[in-house]
């Protein structure tokens, strides 16, 4: 009898799991506010932001937003790939196009690893009116990895 009922508890708990998903799960889609300071970006290649404020639990405060590329001297463009990196295995990878002369831009996400697998968002507008503070505003989605 104990046993019967130890099965019967845990089939009923994967399916609970099953269709509520699991303990603790965010919420996977929606707006997307984000704010990050950049007094270490110059607008040279490997430079990064830091977030301060996210609306959504995968992103968390301290997190870093490296960029591979450097502003372009004669556009006065950023047209780089990033990565909001960390901590661990966890990243996610976006691009950004921002006009350096007005920190007016957009940026997009599109995939990553750990808890950024499936992660995508965007476009983003990125708006830095009191540089180095930055903020990013749009949506996103967590979307289940073709393998699962």
């Given at each position: 009898?104990k ?21 603790g ?92 697998r ?31």
């Open positions: 009898m046993r019967t009922l130890a099965v019967v508890s845990t089939l009923a708990a994967a399916g609970v799991v099953a269709i509520t998903g699991p303990a799960a965010a919420e996977r889609s929606g707006d997307l506010h984000v704010t990050k300071e950049c007094p270490e970006y110059h607008g040279l290649a490997g430079e990064f932001c830091t977030i301060t404020s996210s609306n959504i639990p995968a992103i968390r405060r301290g997190m870093k937003v490296r960029y591979a590329s450097g502003v372009d001297p004669a556009t006065g463009v950023l047209d780089s790939d990033l990565v909001l990196d960390g901590p661990g295995p966890n990243a996610a990878f976006g691009h950004v196009v921002l006009n350096a002369m007005t920190f007016v831009g957009v940026v997009t996400f599109s995939g990553g690893t750990g808890r950024f499936g992660f995508h968002a965007g476009p983003l507008a990125v708006a830095c009116p009191d540089f180095p503070a930055c903020s990013w505003d749009g949506s996103y989605a967590f979307t289940p990895p073709e393998d699962d």
